[in-house]
T-cell receptor, first 111, second 116 residues
Framework: GNSVTQMEGPVTLSEEAFLTINCTYT??????LFWYVQYPGEGLQLLLK?????DKGSNKGFEATYRKETTSFHLEKGSVQVSDSAVYFC??????????FGTGTSLTVIP | EPEVTQTPSHQVTQMGQEVILRCVPI?????FYWYRQILGQKVEFLVS????????KSEIFDDQFSVERPDGSNFTLKIRSTKLEDSAMYFC??????????????FGPGTRLLVL
């Protein structure tokens, strides 16, 4: 079946620290991969995506590379800010419109 | 920037009661979705809707659930007789068109439903 496994949280980092949130997936076929972010009180917002192997998605200093050999799509940022505090969801999508989400990883960045 | 909106933000109901969750998708979008997230668990797909009919649904979406687009702007999820296990955050989403799986879905802020 299709599923996403995400690093357990919560994660607490100091400002300017390096961030990695691990995400691995199981999929039948060739999925597109996504990271969504949910800021407090808001909906899920697309952060970045990659639609085929070796693609790198990037946005707002965040990056993730679609690794087919390790079935992974880890989220990274070189220097986090307080404003990055949010819940991050890894997701995949096979043909059709259904998304499969991970459980979400809560990130808190302290000054 | 256009956004998906949902009402109410929170709803408390008694077990066995009917609830209707409302969503206003982005105005030129054609595909509409409902997801739910039980506290501490994954976001789960419920249903997708296109051209006034359900296009996909998960095993969660049983006969207790229904969706409707009653007019040109609203998209609703109805739970006929709520159960305790229906307590969750319900997210609505919309997208413009299918494009080989590359289309972005835009999510609303969610409705937190609590069934007592």
């Amino acid at each position: 079946g299709n599923s996403v496994t995400q690093m357990e949280g919560p994660v607490t980092l100091s400002e300017e620290a390096f961030l990695t949130i691990n995400c691995t997936y199981t999929a039948t076929g060739y999925p597109s991969l996504f990271w969504y972010v949910q800021y407090p009180g808001e909906g899920l917002q697309l952060l970045l995506k990659a639609t085929k192997a070796d693609d790198k998605g990037s946005n707002k200093g965040f990056e993730a590379t679609y690794r087919k050999e390790t079935t992974s799509f880890h989220l990274e940022k070189g220097s986090v800010q307080v404003s990055d505090s949010a819940v991050y969801f890894c997701a995949l999508r096979i043909a059709g419109n259904q998304f499969y989400f991970g459980t979400g990883t809560s990130l808190t960045v302290i000054p | 920037e256009p956004e998906v909106t949902q009402t109410p933000s929170h709803q408390v109901t008694q077990m066995g009661q009917e609830v209707i969750l409302r969503c206003v998708p982005i105005s030129n979008h054609l595909y509409f979705y409902w997801y739910r997230q039980i506290l501490g668990q994954k976001v789960e797909f419920l249903v997708s809707f296109y051209n006034n009919e359900i296009s996909e649904k998960s095993e969660i979406f049983d006969d207790q659930f229904s969706v409707e687009r009653p007019d040109g702007s609203n998209f609703t999820l109805k739970i006929r007789s709520t159960k305790l296990e229906d307590s969750a955050m319900y997210f609505c989403a919309s997208s413009g068109r299918l494009a080989g799986g590359k289309e972005t879905q835009y999510f609303g802020p969610g409705t937190r439903l609590l069934v007592l």
